[in-house]
T-cell receptor, first 114, second 122 residues
């Protein structure tokens, strides 16, 4: 069963605009990760944020984590047509990583229109 | 660049036939995962291994699916007999599990995915 649920399911924006995707999860986590999937390809890791972190940046990506609300957001600034893809959040459940594998949400489909 | 290699990329077969999917994890990675992706269910974990030992295969239909790691460079997922409902994209992913300073394993810091096997069972 899905641990993380992304919102919205689909998002369409103009090139240059910012895109924000949200992820909610149900249980305590060790870390939360965001992945991108281009059509017909495998998932590619974007960024990882640990449960004791609140914000993280990587290039045009900004991820926030609110463990009290069990939610995370991914912001892509100054979007480009090449950012068109599906974006997934994945959680490592449990206070400790232990033996728990990543659980993925169903993703947000982002379309950036040139 | 190191990458996870999956074969075949596409497979079309008839119901009842055996299907074997192969995965070569990134050299040095000790954890291997099999996921299945469908529109309805999203990404589902089927099985995973650490140091070639199966840790969890509860996501697989046991009567028809089997996953093995004959050696550290090869993971296989077999379906016998295949059914139309098995049609999906099957992904293999690998990662590195290391012990943290506290002695607790830090699992799945980052996964590397293959390009997947798109399976169609007619």
């Amino acid at each position: 069963s899905q641990q993380g649920e992304e919102d919205p399911q689909a998002l369409s924006i103009q090139e240059g605009e910012n895109a924000t995707m949200n992820c909610s999860y149900k249980t305590s986590i060790n870390n939360l990760q965001w992945y991108r999937q281009n059509s017909g390809r495998g998932l590619v890791h974007l960024i990882l944020i640990r449960s004791n972190e609140r914000e993280k940046h990587s290039g045009r990506l900004r991820v926030t984590l609110d463990t009290s609300k069990k939610s995370s957001s991914l912001l892509i600034t100054a979007s480009r047509a090449a950012d068109t893809a599906s974006y997934f959040c994945a959680t490592a459940p449990g206070e400790f990583s232990g033996n728990t594998p990543l659980v993925f949400g169903k993703g947000t489909r982002l379309s950036v229109i040139a | 660049d190191a990458r996870v290699t999956q074969t075949p990329r596409h497979k079309v077969t008839e119901m009842g036939q055996e299907v074997t999917m192969r995965c070569q994890p990134i050299l040095g990675h000790n954890t291997v995962f099999w996921y299945r992706q469908t529109m309805m269910q999203g990404l589902e974990l089927l099985a995973y291994f650490r140091n070639r030992a199966p840790l969890d295969d509860s996501g697989m239909p046991k009567d028809r699916f089997s996953a093995e790691m004959p050696d550290a460079t090869l993971a296989t997922l077999k379906i016998q007999p295949s059914e139309p409902r098995d049609s999906a994209v099957y992904f293999c992913a690998s990662g590195l599990t290391r012990r943290g300073d506290s002695g607790i394993r830090r699992t799945n810091e980052k996964l590397f995915f293959g390009s997947g096997t798109q399976l169609s069972v007619l």
